[in-house]
């Protein structure tokens, strides 16, 4: 009997230990999944969310630019985390523009952001036209966007407030879905609940259940990351052109602590895509004058300022970085065209073009296979355009150059570096022909003084291709005030075959986007050049790494649109009608191209001839 007893004991002690083993091992299941939930509503570094956002500025699916800071007036902003082919995201889309409907009336902006290395540009087109989402999706290509705010799945939503860009929301639209399982009806609504607080200014206090959604991979981000190595030769290359001594730029990267000591202003214009000024759309058109960063380069050298801007033994590249030349970059000009006065330009104001017309002085008719425009003082001169005015026995080859609405002969913007005319190609100079030199000035907050040079390098024969820099351009312009999207488009038409070597918009500062297309004569069409946050401030001209080959009969169709709200901090008055005009506070829009086709096919051989 007592055998039994104590073999009923044993068995009750072993289930007893099997029972507390079971309860350790759920506990301990439980604390790693509460750890792995935890981690999921945290960023991987186990790191604290953020509580303010960082400003950013990103590309949407259809081309649009967005920067946060642009929705200052907002009363809220909704920021949805996408990914193609997520079931929930896919499910929740009814209901982000449900809400988008309700509350976009009342001040809210919502935005979709694609933070998922594999989703290509096509492939979020491809699922936002087949799901039917009207939204902007903004692609965040080096996941910067995702990683600063701490977002590790999709389906992730927050709430931002524009008065100090505090975020007062994360987490899911919903109680509806779960992983394999969904409820008919939520019984939580926890975006709607925020936003209806947000709106009556309360807090947002209700707490929400953990985000479900697909987890974002992300790339690995550099490690080690060397200055002298890695940081200084990207800076000397695509910053220090510009940031030297005499230069256009504020101060000059001559070495590590003037880089180190503006490690957070680096950072801020590298996320906001300020700097390096360079706004062309890297899905259409490859450039050989493309000054952005690389998604690597921008982990590389924002990685190195997260660690802390450290500097690593060694030499320092950018002490003896001595930048791009102050004198004449492609040597000494086979003529020099000065103005011929000093420009006097006050300490503040907002200044006029001003026009300088001077004789070219020429021996004989010239064709040019070079031109470098040489500022005195690069801080003044925001542009310079220079026109030919051709002599009465050419006049009908004169272009309409009236105001650069077809083009012009030179030009000088801040940052462009200076280079020939492709290999073969010229442009013609008559030898009793004017110049015109357009200017436009900028105040520094000191009295300036500058001198304009124009250096001409010339063919010592006629080349076989002509050069034309000519325009689409649009005059009828009436944009009504406040208007955020004002859209307009103008169209070049090509008579002969020709090679198209580079392109470069023209707005005021009210320009937005702008876009090249060209349609060729068999119905076909192809975006050559995207602009999507038109930056007055650096009138750039891309230049292709290859040219495009145009039959003839093609035409370039140039699209674009202007922001004349509040909204655009550059805008002079967005209560202003505005109109066409050469003034900064009137708008224009010109597509200039540079094309060359052969001398023979054009018009300027036979009237020389036939006027020798």
């Known amino acids: 009997m007592k055998k039994k007893i104590d073999r009923r004991v044993g068995v009750a002690k072993v289930r007893l230990l099997g029972l507390m083993a079971a309860i350790g091992l759920g506990f301990l299941v439980g604390v790693l999944f509460a750890r792995i939930e935890w981690r999921s509503v945290t960023n991987r570094d186990a790191r604290p969310l953020p509580t303010v956002a960082e400003g950013f500025r990103l590309t949407d699916h259809l081309g649009r630019s967005h920067e946060l800071s642009r929705y200052q007036d907002a009363k809220a902003v909704v920021l949805f985390f996408a990914g193609n082919g997520c079931p929930i995201v896919r499910q929740s889309v009814p209901l982000l523009k449900e809400l988008r409907d309700r509350y976009s009336p009342k001040g809210v902006v919502f935005l979709m952001i694609d933070s998922v290395l594999q989703d290509t540009l096509d492939d979020v087109v491809k699922e936002s036209e087949e799901f039917k989402i009207d939204l902007p999706v903004l692609l965040d290509t080096t996941q910067l966007v995702a990683r600063t705010l701490g977002v590790q799945r999709t389906a992730e939503t927050l709430i931002i407030l524009p008065n100090a860009w505090r975020i007062v929301y994360r987490g899911p639209l919903d109680d509806r879905f779960d992983y394999g399982a969904t409820k008919p009806i ?177 021996s004989e008719d010239k064709w040019v296979r070079a031109v470098e425009v040489r500022p005195t003082n690069r801080k003044v001169l925001h542009h310079c355009l220079i026109f030919v005015r051709y002599p009465s026995r050419l006049r009908h080859l004169q272009p309409d150059y009236d105001r650069g609405l077809d083009g012009y002969f030179a030009g000088y913007v801040p940052g462009a570096m200076p280079t020939p005319f492709p290999e073969n190609t010229g442009k013609f100079l008559p030898k009793d022909g004017l110049l015109v030199f357009q200017l436009h000035y900028n105040a520094t907050g000191k009295d300036e003084t500058d001198r304009t040079e124009l250096g001409l390098y ?155």
């Open 186 to 362: 939520a019984s939580k609504r926890w975006l709607e609940a925020a936003l209806t607080a947000v709106l009556e200014g309360k807090p947002v206090s209700e707490s929400s259940g953990p985000v479900k959604g697909c987890l974002i991979d992300f790339k690995k981000l550099p490690e080690h990351v060397s200055y002298a190595r890695q940081v200084a030769p990207i800076i000397a290359q695509k910053c220090a052109p510009c940031h030297t001594e005499g230069n256009v730029a504020p101060f000059a990267f001559d070495g590590y602590e003037s880089v180190r000591s503006r490690a957070g202003m680096i950072r801020e214009v590298l996320m906001t895509r300020r700097m390096p000024p360079w706004h062309a759309d890297p899905h259409y058109g490859s450039f050989a004058n493309d000054r952005s960063l690389s998604d690597d380069e921008m982990l590389v050298v924002t990685s190195w300022l997260e660690v802390g801007a450290r500097r690593d033994a060694g030499a320092d590249p950018l002490e003896s970085y001595s930048g791009p030349s102050l004198t004449w970059t492609l040597g000494e000009p086979d003529q020099v065209v000065a103005l011929p006065a000093v420009q006097e330009i006050s300490a503040a104001g907002v200044f006029p073009y001003r026009y300088v017309r001077m004789p070219l002085n020429l």
């Open 458 to 612: 010339f063919h010592e024969q006629r080349p076989p291709q002509e050069l034309s820099t000519r325009a689409a351009a649009m005059t009828e312009l009436r944009i009504p005030p406040g208007a955020s999207d004002y859209e307009t488009m103008a169209v070049h038409r090509l008579d002969h075959d020709a090679l198209l070597w580079d392109m470069s918009p023209h707005m005021h500062y009210r320009g937005s986007r702008f876009q090249y297309e060209a349609r060729y004569p068999d119905g076909r069409t192809e975006i050559l050049l995207s602009v999507p946050g038109y930056n007055f401030n650096w009138q750039t001209a891309y230049r292709l790494k290859e040219p495009k080959r145009l039959p003839a009969g093609t035409e370039i169709v140039c699209r674009g649109a202007f922001d004349n709200s509040a909204r655009n901090p550059a805008n002079p008055d967005p209560t202003a009608w505005v109109e066409f005009g050469e003034q900064t506070f009137e708008e224009m829009f010109i597509g200039y191209l540079n094309y060359s086709i052969p001398v023979d096919a054009t018009q300027t051989l036979a009237a020389v001839r036939e006027d020798s």
